[in-house]
Every structure is written in structure tokens, then in C-alpha cells.
Nanobody, 122 residues
Framework: QVQLVESGGGLVQAGGSLRLSCAAS????????MGWSRQAPGKEREFVAA????????YYADSVKGRFTISGNNAKNTVYLQMNSLKPEDTAVYYCAAAPSPALIRAGHASWGQGTQVTVSS
């Protein structure tokens, strides 16, 4: 079992930036993939980004490519999401995810944290 705690959410104006952080603890050795998903009110959870620790390969949803950057430190079990050029459509609760592979995170098969709220105003 892995525990995930997100931080860094907040309220920003459109065009602004935020940096989300996630700290993982517990049995993290099996979590080769970590990433982020989000859920807006009334909508289903959506994959945002993931990273595979073994190769350093990153994956992004089409809606955030070119604006968001995922990074992390496997040794410290931390992952970050730098969000630039934020749009009101990015408003959602952002959840940190961990899974044996980044492909599982993309598919929604992962462990998630409690989430952190990101609100982007017009």
C-alpha cells in the first residue's frame, strides 16, 4: 500500500501558473509509474500526466501538452506538476497517482491521494 499526499493547489487567474507536489510513502517500490489525474465537478476523472521512473519517459493528455510538465525524484518518492498558461477549463481537483507502470495510470488503474483543488478564474 502506498500513501500519496498532494499540495500546491490554489486560485489563479487564466494564464497564470501553479506547481503541484506529491509525496509518496509506504510501499513505494512497486510504483514504477507516478502521475496526475483530475476531476472537475460533474465530470469523470481524466488522466493528465504520468512518468515512468525506469526510463524517465513522460506522458501527457492532449489537452495539457505544451502547458504542463511532470517531473520528480524517484529516490525521494516525489512527483511534481508544473502547470503554465492555465485555463478555466483546467479547474478541477488534481489527484496524485501511483501504479506499477505509467500505462496503468493512463488507464485509470492506480492508487490516488486525497487531491488538491485548482481553480482558474477568467
Amino acid at each position: 500500500q502506498v500513501q500519496l499526499v498532494e499540495s500546491g493547489g490554489g486560485l489563479v487567474q487564466a494564464g497564470g501558473s501553479l506547481r503541484l507536489s506529491c509525496a509518496a510513502s509506504g510501499r513505494t517500490f512497486s510504483s514504477n509509474g507516478m502521475g496526475w489525474s483530475r476531476q472537475a465537478p460533474g465530470k469523470e476523472r481524466e488522466f493528465v500526466a504520468a512518468i515512468g521512473w525506469r526510463t524517465g519517459t513522460t506522458y501527457y493528455a492532449d489537452s495539457v501538452k505544451g502547458r504542463f510538465t511532470i517531473s520528480g525524484n524517484n529516490a525521494k518518492n516525489t512527483v511534481y506538476l508544473q502547470m503554465n498558461s492555465l485555463k478555466p477549463e483546467d479547474t478541477a481537483v488534481y489527484y496524485c497517482a501511483a501504479a506499477p507502470s505509467p500505462a496503468l495510470i493512463r488507464a485509470g488503474h492506480a492508487s490516488w491521494g486525497q487531491g488538491t483543488q485548482v481553480t482558474v478564474s477568467s
